[in-house]
């Protein structure tokens, strides 16, 4: 199996429990890494491909023949590439705290954090925007549904047997 199908396999974990709605009050700070894992390891897909599973010739080739159709896909070069760039080169996004993903927000005593307070809220994924005003979970799952084909079509260029997908 690809590494990078391993990995995408624990993006779809990360997305399902991301949307997981129970209604309880958690702290701010873990819906907000959760989001910012998501995106980071939607784009590291591609790195991890092509620096850890193409490691013979043939497959290097494959790569470097695929990388500029990949990277002109919508979901790439309008999603995944800009939300990691502001994300982890510019700091910039995260999920927008006054969209109504986001319950009322309440401040609470937590010794464990700085200032030995915390901001928790009830979350709602499916309500969740990103910088731009787009819902989140659309995104995650046309990202996902794109790595997908894209490591679909290495397996049989690489004749790997298809890894069965939930």
Known sequence: MLVARAQLDLIRDLV???????????????FQSQ???????LRSVG????NVDCHDAARREYSREQWPIWRRDPIFSEFIEPTRNALLK???????????????IAVVVDPTMPGNVARVAAFDAREVRDRLGRPVLPNFH???AFWD????????????APTLRS
């Open 149 to 160: 084909r894209c490591l679909s079509q290495a397996e049989t260029a690489f004749g790997e």
């Open 142 to 144: 046309a990202a996902i």
């Open 47 to 50: 790195h991890v491909f092509a």
């Open 35 to 41: 989001y910012v894992a998501i995106v980071a390891l």
């Open 16 to 30: 399902a429990r991301f949307q997981q709605d129970d209604s309880m009050m958690r702290p701010v700070a873990d």
């Open 90 to 104: 510019e700091f910039q996004g995260g999920l927008e705290l006054r969209s109504e993903g986001f319950g009322t």
